[in-house]
DNA sequence: AATAGCACTCAACACAATAGAGTGCTAACA
DNA sequence: TGTTAGCACTCTATTGTGTTGAGTGCTATT
């Protein structure tokens, strides 16, 4: 059958009309609502062929229709038109991330938090992280008889502490000898511990071996965590009429809950850096995602990749959201230039 | 009127089989399920004086009764027996948190959600925070051409990192120099910026001018910060029948988004510290809380204090929770012990 | 090909009837 | 005088029954 340009005005009306409403569209609602210059009983016929294309399908016998994932997929591929972000929203969107934002985690924190505000769906932010983001320095800074902090520095620049504890803690000069004979470890054979070569260099710090392994340890450790995940805005999900039962919104947050699950699904991105991906309900293959959008897209931090979703009901608006998203992330990578000084 | 022993009995039943059910419980199903050896008669008129003295009450007339927040008071002031947690319960907790955790955040988290699980309710941890924890000491590390971390300690050994951003960055010794000098500074002036003094420290860097004015600037800063706030299981919250109207469920989880409530709540305790204080209901005096208890207690890191919650329905197993409060308190206390070498 | 008309379907709503849990009151009893 | 059996009464929750209205699909007509 033939998608003709006239099926392709009411499918689009369809969805239009159930993105704003919710509510299955009736023939006689077009009919009423789109001048399309034909009755409702050609709409009829014109659905009825539509809904034998997949493209829309009725919750029951007697109701209206409403768009099929696939049906989401074609308005998003080729019929969803242009959003423009309106002058203060894109304003506030640059303020709430702008302002005196010196770490990345309050940063992306922040960004989530806007995302939910202006789209009104939830937000999912993943930490960025290279797949082999190598270890450039670290720098040892004493605590207290008992600790050190140890400071690390990634080749793209990611900065984090960890406290280490030993029940013997040399002064700062000898720490920073031990930073430094680190560091040269490290530009020489890289964070995969090399067991010669460190075993040399614990012996050339013999009365704070306790401490030199608990380096070590750290070092290696950093490389197996797995990126950090915020959530924001989940409770706007509630405002949906489709989640009203709860049932329904319990799986939502369900899924909200599990970090992985989310991780991996921002992460899998088979397009280049800087495109909008869009998975419609179960397009995921996640049973439990059946009823839910996600609109995502990647931010660069160096040579670390971070993921933004925005995941809502499959009844998002698609547009907007896209548009926004775009613009928060270019202003997003302003910021993150701006910090890390690019 | 007075309070028998025989009306105290029957308080009790009706609490215990309310908290277990969440049904309102009648006259006979206490006669029948609990060994009073009186008739339903006898035992409704007892309530019908329970009633009058604010212990309970009906949420309409042909319903069993209810206990009020008054009346919840007398059962976990007078009445609540001792729960022991049960051992793999209490391992459980420990394990949680005690595998291989170096950094207190992270620490704090698992606590949060061990809670959670164990509990079934939502858990509130803020950040061990001390009213005046002084700096104690900094120290500059480089990270790049334009940017260094300040590694900050408290007098608490708390550590955190700030990252400054400058056009022009001193090299390895002129940072410790730098960070010597500042750490001498903070000695004499503690992190209230001196005009003068600050201003001469200013002048004897006076090619990194741009950072060293960052740095003031960000000592300052720390002083404001208010603690951090985590949750955990909030959605633990939709299995409860009293919640499972969406609108109240999203009541709810309004609550738990604001985190400033959320600190004030667990901040304000009159009590000493290790003490488990309990808020029923309306004792808050927040109209939003008003179907919701707290069980709150708090833990120290140092000097500072940081405080546990766990918020659920009014109808909350007071005795359990109180418990495995306990005894998660006591597991953490000693962690924190372990891990700040106390 | 398009449309008007019509019979049909089905969810949603309103309404009444019923069942059941629980109360309060009264009168009788120990 | 405290306790209890009995009973009328209340109110929610449930179930069943129309009724309405939106929407469809089919057919006959233009």
Redesign the interface.
Known sequence: MDLSSRKIKILEAIITDYIKTGDPVGSRTISKKYPLGISSATIRNEMSDLEDMGLICQPHTSAGRIPSDKGYRLYVDRLMGHYSVPEEESIFLRDLISSNI???DYLMEQTAKALARLTNYATVVTEAKAENDRLRKI?L?G??E??V?M?S?TES?K???????AAKIPDFDVL?AMSAAINNYISLYGCEINEEAAGSLLKSFRPYGELAAKIFA?ISDMENKSSDVYTSG??NI?EYPEF?D?EK??NV??IL?QKDILRNLLKDNSCGSGTVQIIIGGESNLSQLKDLSIIKTNYSLGNNIGFIGIIGPTRMNYSQTVSVLKEMTESLNEVINK???G
Request: proline content about 0%; cysteine-free.
């Open positions: 010196s770490r990345i720098s800074v605590v207290d008992h600790s902090v400071v520095v620049k900065v984090e502490n960890t406290i280490l504890r920073n750290a989940v409770n509630l009203s709860i919104a319990k947050f369900r809950e910090i890390t000084g």
